[in-house]
């Protein structure tokens, strides 16, 4: 663990790819097509939009190269509460056993409420 510029940065050393998390919580409920203005207003056409809602949550994937960049962004709502979720990599270095990891970290991502 790091802080640079007050910013608690995880890392692992040798590792491929970046992995960021932020959100905002809404004063209120966060509506379904809110939810998809926001992620296509990020997506911005770069990737199709697939449902990932659950259970727990309500959410959107995209996976995307850009650049020579390989992008995957997951929005997520959970109550009021938003998380953007990003991972990106060179797209000539994609560790399929780090993709598998981070998406075990993000399909985690859920409501404590049972």
Request: a positive charge; charged letters at 25%; proline letters at 1%.
């Amino acid at each position: 663990m790091r802080k640079i510029d007050g910013v608690y940065n995880f890392y692992k050393k040798n590792t491929k790819g970046a992995l960021q998390l932020s959100s905002f919580v809404s004063k209120t409920a966060i509506p379904d097509q809110q939810l998809i203005e926001i992620t296509q207003s990020q997506v911005n056409g770069a990737g199709k939009l697939v449902d990932i809602s659950d259970g727990s949550k309500r959410g959107y994937k995209s996976i995307f190269t850009s650049q020579g960049v390989y992008w995957v962004y997951w929005f997520i709502v959970i109550d009021r509460s938003l998380i953007f979720v990003t991972y990106n990599t060179d797209s000539d270095t994609i560790d399929e056993n780090e993709m598998k990891v981070v998406e075990t970290m993000v399909n985690g991502i859920s409501s404590a409420k049972k």
